[in-house]
């Protein structure tokens, strides 16, 4: 397993993604967060194909972290069922990695 991942997780509105992103940095669960402002999203809930413009939010962490993560992510969103994904990181500049390092709690 890899030491560090990316997490993506969307939200509907600005300010709750700019909360949100603020919120797990300051609380060291991830080392940045970048809010990507205007996403297109089509998928099926409760049994019916809806479309809805959200804003992405892709997190860098380490992977020992992503319960407290998802548990904090989870606790202030606004979704039912957030979308709450991660990704190994297989590879990466190492200076940066070991900021990410630093940066995490």
């Known amino acids: 397993m890899s030491d560090h991942i990316v997490v993506f ?7 709750e ?7 797990l940095v300051e609380e060291r669960l991830v080392a940045c967060v970048n ?15 809806e479309r809805a413009e959200e804003r992405l939010l892709v997190m860098k962490t380490r ?11 989870v606790a202030r969103h606004s979704y039912e069922v957030p979308e709450i994904v991660a990704l190994p990181l297989v590879a990466g500049h190492a200076p940066y990695l070991a900021w990410i390092d ?4």
């Open 102 to 105: 630093e940066c995490v709690g």
């Open 17 to 23: 993604a700019e909360a949100l992103a603020l919120a």
């Open 35 to 49: 809010v990507v402002p205007s996403v297109t999203s089509i998928y099926c809930w409760q049994g019916k194909v």
């Open 63 to 73: 992977a020992e972290r992503f319960e407290e993560l998802r548990a904090a992510i």
């Open 9 to 15: 997780c969307t939200v509907g509105k600005a300010r």
